[in-house]
């Protein structure tokens, strides 16, 4: 199946700080998620973008379909940005009916 | 209702006996699908349901899981005779039509098994 690779793993900034999260993927997608898991768990939807660029306040994303690589650019982080950051496709072929996640990015944000 | 709701968002059992997780999809949301996310992991794919098509069971782990939806509604996910390493978050999800609709995650269901 699909193969899903994210990084970094684990990421600390200081609070006003930019940052790029980076995903890699080994097909073609018909489907790609970007989450941030608060610390109470609760995934919450940032952008679906299986290719092009968005932009929602200070969090932005890029998706190079043909290049099989999607970033997503944290501006001016504060410390409600901590938590983990998960990116997630479905395959175009054998992708199944399903979102294969990547193993995040834990990101923590200090004063 | 707004969102995805799940039931119960606790659920501590002991080994061996049965449980039932509820999950409420989204209005109007045709596609359902339940993921499993085991402390510090990422989520796992367990069971997908559209419409009135046969559902997608290739994630489910072993025949002690089940699953169920009644019509384009509630779903119900059944462990049998849980096990230790069935602790984890269990996550339902529900979409437009197809997985290449975003999907929209509910709060999850924590399972202890002791």
């Known amino acids: 199946g699909i193969q899903v690779e994210q990084s970094p793993p684990d990421l600390i900034l200081q609070e006003g700080a930019n940052s790029t999260l980076r995903c890699n993927f080994s097909?073609?997608?018909?489907?790609l998620q970007w989450f941030h898991q608060n610390p109470w768990g609760q995934l919450i939807n940032l952008f679906y973008i299986p290719s092009g660029t968005k932009q929602n306040g200070r969090l932005s994303a890029t998706t190079v379909a043909t290049e099989r690589y999607s970033l997503l650019y944290i501006s001016s982080s504060q410390t409600t940005d901590s938590g983990v950051y998960f990116c997630?496709?479905?395959?175009?072929?054998?992708?199944?009916?399903?979102?294969?996640f990547g193993t995040g990015t834990q990101l923590k944000v200090e004063l | 209702g707004a969102g995805v709701s799940q039931s119960p968002s606790n659920k501590v059992t002991e080994k061996g006996k049965d449980v039932e997780l509820r999950c409420d999809p989204i209005s109007g949301h045709t596609a359902l699908y339940w993921y499993r996310q085991r402390l510090g992991q990422g989520l796992e794919f367990l069971i997908y349901?559209?419409?009135?098509?046969?559902?997608?069971k290739s994630g489910l782990p072993s025949d002690r899981f089940s699953a169920e939806r009644t019509g384009e509604s509630v779903s119900t996910l059944t462990i049998q005779r849980t096990q230790q390493e069935d602790s984890a978050v269990y996550l339902c999800a529900s979409s437009l039509a197809s997985p290449y609709n975003e999907q929209f995650f509910g709060p999850g269901t924590r399972l202890t098994v002791l």
């Open positions: 349901f559209q419409g009135n098509s046969a559902p997608d």
């Open positions: 097909d073609s997608v018909n489907n």
């Open positions: 997630a496709v479905v395959g175009l072929t054998g992708g199944g009916n399903k979102l294969t």
